[in-house]
């Protein structure tokens, strides 16, 4: 595969705050920028708050659970994959979902303007065939080691957040060691990363990272 910028994989993200300087810390209190800011803010993980999350109607009624995040590698926008019916996984049809229609609603993932019948009747995503131009978070991004230009590993992709306009935008990175007691997670915009058969930070030094004051959660 031809050296390109992680946008090729999952898109540019369309984010104008993406443009930061490279390894600019953005979340973990540190302000750097107004708009980088309220994306960390706002924006929603999907590791922790999309991923096997139910999503309703708006009068309550369980439509399905959310199975993978879709990114269209043209537009940067993510998509939500709904598993709709069947008992227990089996049976169950996929659709993508438009992520700027969704509404947290009193704790609750609600999709605004369906209903559960409406959404069966979608057309099926086949998971195993996904359409051109669209990669899944789920099995191609989470987990994925980072390496610098030397291939030296300086990190994994733990997280990735969904910006308020739909878009993915920050990679939430694992710097630390591999001991779960040294846990040193950063935020960096996915325009910085490239790809050259895997993902990498080409500068980047596991030292560097971890000089980096870390990111936490919000909430």
Known sequence: MK??????????????????????????????????????????????????????????????????????????????????????????????????????????????????????AMPAIDRSKLPAGVVSLKKSVLGSSVHNAAKETVGKIEDVIIAPDGSASFAILSAGSYLAMDKHDVAIPISQFKMDGDFQLPNATKDMLRALPPFVYAH
Do not use: C, M
């Open 3 to 120: 050296k390109a910028t992680i946008a090729v994989l999952v898109s540019s993200l369309a984010l104008g705050v993406v443009a930061a300087p490279a390894f600019a810390q953005v979340a973990g209190g540190v302000t750097t920028s107004v708009q980088v800011n309220s994306v960390l803010a706002k924006g929603w993980s999907v590791k922790r708050t999309v991923l096997g999350q139910d999503i309703h109607d708006e009068k309550g009624v369980k439509i399905g659970d959310i199975d993978d995040v879709l990114v269209d590698k043209a537009t940067g926008h993510a998509q939500p994959l709904v598993g709709v019916g069947g008992f227990l996984g089996i049976g169950e049809h996929y659709v993508a979902i438009d992520s700027k229609a969704l509404r947290l609603v009193n704790n609750k993932l609600v999709w605004t303007g369906v209903t559960k019948d409406a959404v069966k």
